[in-house]
C-alpha cells in the first residue's frame, strides 16, 4: 500500500511539476521528452511548434500542442482495445502525457491508401488516387539527411531491424492502417496515409515491437469524403487555412473534446 502510494504521489508531481524542474531528455519538432516519475517511463509534451519541408518553414500555432495530445490519447487507447501494443500509458495534462520508454527503431514507417506528397512527385501519380492495395515505405529517420526513402535491403544491410522486426513491423502499420481506415470513415473523413514509428521493448530477454511517438493530424493527411478539404498538416504546409481549425475539426467529428454548453451573457438593459 506505501509503494502504491509513493508511486501515486510522483506522479501527482508530476503532473504538477514546472518544466525546468524535470529532466530534459530529447527535443524534437513538435515534443519535448521529459524523465517520467517512474523507471521505464518519459513524460511526452506536446508544443505548438509547426514544420514543413525538413523545417525550412516554421511556426507556433497556438493550441495544436493540446489538440494533438488529445488525439494521439484517443488513437493510442483505441489501439490498445483491439490489442494492437503501443507505448501510450496516460494523459497527466493538457499538454502531457506519460508513455513507456522504448528504443526507437531508426524508421519512420509510411502507410499509403491513396497517392499525394512525395509518392505523387516521385511517380507522377495524380493526388488522390486510390492505390491497389495499401503500401508500407520506410524512411531512414535522421533530419540532417532529409528522413530518405529506403528499402529493406538498406534496412537489413546497415542492420536497422532484423527479418522478424520488418515482419512485425509490416503487421503492426496494416493493423494500425485497418483501425485508422475505419475510424475515420464512420466520420466522414478519408485516411490518405499516415507515418508511425516503432520501439522495442524488452521484458527480461524477450523483446517486442510497440507503436511509439504520436498518431495525430501531424503524422496522417485527412481528407474530408464529400469536399476533399484538408484536415492535416498540408493545411500549414501549403498555406490553405488555419491549422488549428483544421485540427479541432478532426477532434470534433470524433468527439475527443467536450462541446461547450457555455452561450454568451445576454444584455440586460
Known amino acids: 500500500m506505501r509503494a502504491a502510494a509513493a508511486r501515486s504521489a510522483r506522479i501527482a508531481d508530476m503532473e504538477g511539476a514546472p518544466m525546468a524542474r524535470r529532466k ?12 517520467g516519475p517512474e ?8 508544443k505548438d511548434d509547426a514544420t514543413a519541408f525538413n ?36 494523459r497527466l495534462n493538457m499538454r502531457e502525457q506519460l508513455v513507456r520508454n522504448c528504443e526507437i527503431v531508426p524508421l519512420e514507417v509510411i502507410v499509403r491508401n491513396y497517392a499525394a506528397g512525395t ?12 492505390l491497389p492495395r495499401p503500401i508500407v515505405e520506410y ?13 529493406e535491403e538498406h534496412i537489413a544491410a546497415f542492420g536497422w531491424a532484423s527479418q522478424q522486426d520488418m515482419d512485425d513491423i ?5 493493423r494500425v492502417n ?52 484538408k484536415l492535416d498538416k498540408d493545411v500549414f504546409r ?6 488549428t481549425d483544421a485540427y479541432s475539426e478532426v477532434a470534433r467529428r470524433l468527439g475527443v473534446l467536450p462541446q461547450s454548453n457555455v452561450t454568451k451573457p445576454t444584455l440586460i438593459n
Open 24 to 35: 530534459k531528455i530529447y527535443e524534437g519538432k513538435a515534443k519535448i521528452l521529459y524523465e
Open 39 to 46: 523507471p521505464g517511463t518519459i513524460v511526452q509534451y506536446f
Open 55 to 90: 523545417a525550412e518553414k516554421k511556426d507556433v500555432i497556438d493550441g495544436k500542442g493540446v489538440l494533438n495530445n488529445r488525439l494521439s490519447e484517443f488513437f493510442m487507447n483505441g489501439l490498445t482495445q483491439i490489442g494492437v501494443p503501443n507505448h501510450f500509458i496516460r
Open 119 to 130: 509518392m505523387s512527385k516521385r511517380l507522377g501519380i495524380a493526388e488522390g488516387t486510390q
Open 139 to 151: 524512411c531512414y529517420k535522421d533530419d540532417s539527411l532529409g528522413d530518405p526513402l529506403v528499402t
Open 170 to 174: 509490416l503487421s503492426l502499420a496494416l
Open 178 to 229: 485497418d483501425f485508422m481506415s475505419g475510424v475515420m470513415l464512420a466520420v466522414g473523413i478519408r485516411l490518405v496515409d499516415f507515418k508511425i514509428e516503432i520501439g522495442r521493448v524488452f521484458d527480461g530477454d524477450y523483446q517486442r515491437l510497440i507503436v511509439a511517438d504520436e498518431i495525430s493530424p501531424d503524422s496522417c493527411r485527412l481528407w474530408d469524403i464529400e469536399t476533399g478539404q
Open 238 to 243: 501549403r498555406d490553405l487555412g488555419n491549422l
